[in-house]
């Protein structure tokens, strides 16, 4: 069946640093990929997103590219701020049947001054 | 726009006890699903409606959990009885179309559950 893989967490960066989080999933066809930011005592909510091959989303100076060859969706940002420290979740789904998200574990993210 | 709304959004009770959220989706939105965060974990889908009528229930622990979505708007999901692992934050979502992927989704701030 279809599933993600993240990086464990937590992980910890001084402001104005880069962010990389990683994002592997297997699927059969050609999903959809996205990322979704959870800020403390807050819902889920849409970062960004990828609906084919090569597509590169981004967002508040996030990005992340669609890379079908080597089945990954890694999360980038040039520069973190406080303000970005949160738990980011890589989601996919599915090119067929009904629309539904399938989560990774989630990454934890504390950016210190 | 008003957003997904759920209530309420913390709730303490006892192991055995009952439970039950509620969901209010974004107006026009088809598609409610309902997820179980576990502290620590990624969602986990527990029931999908499209309308009025499940699409997906697979994951949902039909012996104390259950649903329902009438005229195909509100939706309350209801645990009975509860046990300690039901500890979790329950998210509702709601998506404007059903079939096919890239399809945003829309999440509520979640209702926190305490069973203890």
């Known amino acids: 069946g279809n599933s993600v893989t993240q990086m464990e967490g937590p992980v910890t960066l001084s402001e104005e640093a880069f962010l990389t989080i990683n994002c592997t999933y297997t699927?059969?066809?050609?999903?959809?990929l996205f990322w979704y930011v959870q800020y403390p005592g807050e819902g889920l909510q849409l970062l960004l997103k990828?609906?084919?091959?090569?597509d590169k989303g981004s967002n508040k100076g996030f990005e992340a590219t669609y890379r079908k060859e080597t089945t990954s969706f890694h999360l980038e940002k040039g520069s973190v701020q406080v303000s970005d420290s949160a738990v980011y979740f890589c989601?996919?789904?599915?090119?067929?049947?009904?629309?539904?998200?399938?989560f990774g574990a989630g990454t934890r993210l504390a950016v210190h001054p | 726009e008003a957003g997904v709304a759920q209530s309420p959004r913390y709730k303490i009770i006892e192991k055995r006890q009952s439970v039950a959220f509620w969901c209010n989706p974004i107006?026009?939105?088809?598609?409610l699903y309902w997820y179980q965060q576990i502290l620590g974990q990624g969602p986990k889908l527990l029931i999908q409606?499209?309308?009025?009528?499940?699409?997906?229930d697979s994951q949902l622990p039909k012996d104390r959990f259950s649903a329902e979505r009438l005229k195909g708007v509100d939706s309350t999901l209801k645990i009975q009885p509860a046990k300690l692992e039901d500890s979790a934050v329950y998210l509702c979502?709601?998506?404007?179309?059903?079939?096919?992927?890239?399809?945003?989704?829309?999440f509520g701030e979640g209702s926190w559950l305490t069973v203890v």
């Open positions: 107006s026009g939105h088809a598609t």
């Open positions: 699927a059969t066809g050609y999903p959809s």
């Open positions: 989601a996919l789904s599915g090119s067929g049947g009904y629309n539904k998200l399938i």
């Open positions: 990828a609906t084919k091959a090569d």
């Open positions: 979502a709601s998506s404007l179309h059903d079939r096919g992927g890239g399809n945003t989704i829309y």
């Open positions: 409606f499209q309308n009025n009528g499940v699409v997906d």
